[in-house]
T-cell receptor, first 113, second 116 residues
Framework: EDKVVQSPLSLVVHEGDTVTLNCSYE??????LLWYKQEKKAPTFLFML????IEKKSGRLSSILDKKELSSILNITATQTGDSAIYLC?????????????FGKGTKLSVKP | DTGVSQDPRHKITKRGQNVTFRCDPI?????LYWYRQTLGQGPEFLTY????????KSRLLSDRFSAERPKGSFSTLEIQRTEQGDSAMYLC??????????????FGQGTRLTVV
């Protein structure tokens, strides 16, 4: 069965810290890996990764995919309280289950002032 | 187009009542998903449509849940004889899946259901 596992499930840091969130997957027919940020309501899209080893960057956030290790990391540098959210990892497949979009349980990040 | 729209945003209902939620996807998107999310958890897949066809339904979904997308545009999710365990946020997402033009899934703001 296709699955996506995120770690840690929760994390508490102080402003200015750097954090690394992990996502590993076991799926058939991988197409892409997506990261979303969810604050109070709808998840908002951060990154889509399809190629191994190519870092995607947006401000203080960056992410990279390792297809050999079947994993991805999301880095946040110089964290701010506004980064507090649940970070969701999802894997898109071709012809798989769950509508071809499988989510992990998320990592809840809390950034303390 | 302002994105995926869900209605209502909040719903409080008594146990045993039926409820129906609506989702309007981004207009050109052919794929529409329904998820359920409880506090502190990731979205749990319920069902999805490709155009008007319902292609998959989670085995965790009881017969009290039904979804439709009659014309391949908006979708409805109905829960019959609601139970307190149905209390959750119900999220809808849409995407375009087409060779060379795939997009990521865009989410609506969700409908928060409280069953009392």
């Amino acid at each position: 069965e296709d699955k996506v596992v995120q770690s840690p499930l929760s994390l508490v840091v102080h402003e200015g810290d750097t954090v690394t969130l992990n996502c590993s997957y076991e799926v058939t027919n991988f197409r892409s890996l997506l990261w979303y940020k969810q604050e109070k309501k709808a998840p908002t899209f951060l990154f889509m990764l399809t190629s191994s080893g190519i870092e995607k960057k947006s401000g203080r956030l960056s992410s990279i995919l390792d297809k050999k290790e079947l994993s991805s990391i999301l880095n946040i540098t110089a964290t701010q309280t506004g980064d507090s959210a649940i970070y969701l990892c999802a894997v898109e497949t071709s012809g798989g289950s769950q509508g071809n979009l499988i989510f992990g349980k998320g990592t809840k990040l809390s950034v303390k002032p | 187009d302002t994105g995926v729209s869900q209605d209502p945003r909040h719903k409080i209902t008594k146990r045993g009542q039926n409820v129906t939620f609506r989702c309007d996807p981004i207009s050109e998107h052919n794929r529409l998903y329904w998820y359920r999310q409880t506090l502190g958890q990731g979205p749990e897949f319920l069902t999805y449509f490709q155009n008007e066809a319902q292609l998959e339904k989670s085995r965790l979904l009881s017969d009290r849940f039904s979804a439709e997308r009659p014309k391949g545009s908006f979708s409805t999710l109905e829960i019959q004889r609601t139970e307190q365990g149905d209390s959750a946020m119900y999220l809808c997402a849409s995407s375009l899946v087409n060779r060379g033009r795939d997009t990521e899934a865009f989410f609506g703001q969700g409908t928060r259901l409280t069953v009392v």
